[in-house]
């Protein structure tokens, strides 16, 4: 007999006050139309959600968990260490840091529009996570047609992954040379061996979503949030309980901030200061004020919250308007002339 989890009812409770966009330059949204980030701290678990619990797997959500497992070997783990990880031990406590990473991060958070499922994707995602930038998400599923839309209006093409960064106005194609731009700028140009095997790296990255089921090849028609924030991710690419999360949101189309947070970055330490804990994935959504731990009752959140028939209440998402973005407008290719 199988064993289903009832899913948590969860309390909506109004979040702290938010800055205007104009209150925050640095972080002012970088493309797309219809949503914003908050400049509030992420808020301590909404009361009703469930009791966060390291490493729990619940019985239902078993099979997604060692999918994603698999693929993380596979991998050979890429995607768990940020650049120059460096585990020290200082006044008798254990640390971890970057030996490599500048201490400033970007102003701006880059933009990805991608899918879960393509191995290219993938290899984006993992280099997004070891060069801890925040990246806001654009899914682009198969039968999604917003943000396919913009990408094939900007940049000529419905190819993926396709990444805009505003804080240098670079935007392109190509996994290989978007992952090449990220350690350039944000890294000390050194592209670790895991994402520069050529075909052996697309091949894994492909066996990996392969364990997935292929979970997050498709839209699933969805719901708007109700109000213009981001839905906010705390995670990182190799993580099996993150994954499901991460697949869910593409499958949703939904827009979302995510705070990449591998080992070594210091978003961990802000994380568990804010929240009295670490713990991924972490999802804030301040348009129902709900804030979550727990990868598969964080699923179930979605799916009754924005999934068909969903009370997200935004409208649908395939009627979103698009916004050419700033970056777009002046992007450049890489390499620079």
């Keep these: ?47 009703d959600a469930p009791t966060p619990r390291l490493f729990y797997v619940r019985p239902d959500n078993a099979l997604n968990v060692l999918g994603g497992a698999l693929g993380l070997a596979v991998r050979g783990a890429s995607g768990t260490l940020v650049a120059g990880y460096k585990p020290s031990v200082v006044d008798g406590q254990f640390t971890e840091s970057s030996s490599v990473l500048p201490a400033t991060r ?141 697949e869910r949101l593409c499958e949703l189309g939904l827009p979302h901030l995510l705070h990449t947070c591998a080992r070594g970055s210091v978003k961990r330490a802000e994380l568990k200061e804010l929240t009295g804990r670490f713990q991924v994935p972490y999802l804030v959504d301040p348009n129902t004020g709900v804030a979550m731990f727990e990868s598969a009752s964080i699923v179930d959140y979605l799916t009754d919250t924005y999934g068909p028939g969903g009370a997200g209440g935004g409208g649908s998402l395939t009627a979103a308007p698009m916004a050419r973005s700033a970056a777009a407008a002046g992007r450049r290719s890489w390499p620079p002339p």
């Design 1 to 47: 007999m199988a064993f289903v989890a009832p899913t948590p009812v969860l309390t909506r409770l109004p979040l702290a006050p938010r800055l205007s966009l104009a209150g925050r330059p640095a972080l002012r949204r970088a493309a797309g139309a219809g949503a914003r980030m908050s400049s509030a701290p992420p808020p301590p678990p909404t009361p």
């Design 106 to 246: 970007p102003a701006k958070p880059l933009v990805v529009y991608e899918f879960t499922a393509c191995p290219f994707c993938r290899k984006v995602r993992e280099a997004l996570t070891i060069v801890d930038v925040d990246v806001i998400v654009k899914p682009t599923p198969k039968g999604e047609t917003t943000h396919r839309a913009y990408v094939a209006d900007v940049g000529g093409k419905a190819m993926f992954p396709y990444l805009e960064d505003p804080n240098t106005g670079w935007a392109g194609y190509e996994s290989d040379e978007i992952i090449k731009y990220l350690f350039e700028t944000y890294a000390d140009g050194a592209v670790p061996l895991s994402l520069s095997l050529g075909q052996l790296t697309t091949l894994t990255a492909g066996a990996a979503s392969a364990f997935r089921g292929m979970r997050g090849g498709s839209a699933t028609e969805g719901r708007l949030p109700p109000g213009p924030e981001l839905i906010e991710l705390w995670a990182y690419e190799a993580s099996p309980f993150c994954k499901v999360v991460s």
